[in-house]
């Protein structure tokens, strides 16, 4: 059971952590919402739980309540530009739905 990151997304992570000053990675978690079922939350980890799993690339931290393990299990976070936009990406093997603004999925 695996997370993992791009490239492009540790660089991202790094570069907010130094902008913050503080932290010792990105927790990754989902909540139940939207009309899917749940939705990825993202927040800067500053201590780990014992509940918290963690994984690491290229030198950054990724902390993940085990209880949410089931839902992104072999997730990749990837951070990409499109034009104007960016933003971090899901890429997760588990999904078998999203709805239809992209803001929540559902694993069932």
């Known amino acids: 059971m695996s997370v993992s990151l791009t490239e492009n997304a540790a660089r991202q992570i790094k570069k907010q952590l130094e902008k913050r000053g503080k932290g010792i990675g990105l927790k990754l978690g989902v ?23 963690v994984f690491e690339n290229f030198g950054v931290k990724i902390i993940v309540p085990k209880g949410d393990l089931e839902f992104i299990k072999g997730i990749e ?30 694993v069932n």
């Open 77 to 106: 976070l990837d951070y990409r530009r499109e034009g104007i936009n960016e933003a971090f990406q899901f890429n997760n093997p588990n999904v078998k739905g999203t709805c239809g603004c992209g803001e929540s999925f559902s």
């Open 31 to 53: 909540k139940k919402s939207g009309c899917s079922g749940y939705a990825y939350s993202l927040d800067y980890a500053d201590n780990l739980n014992e509940n918290d799993a």
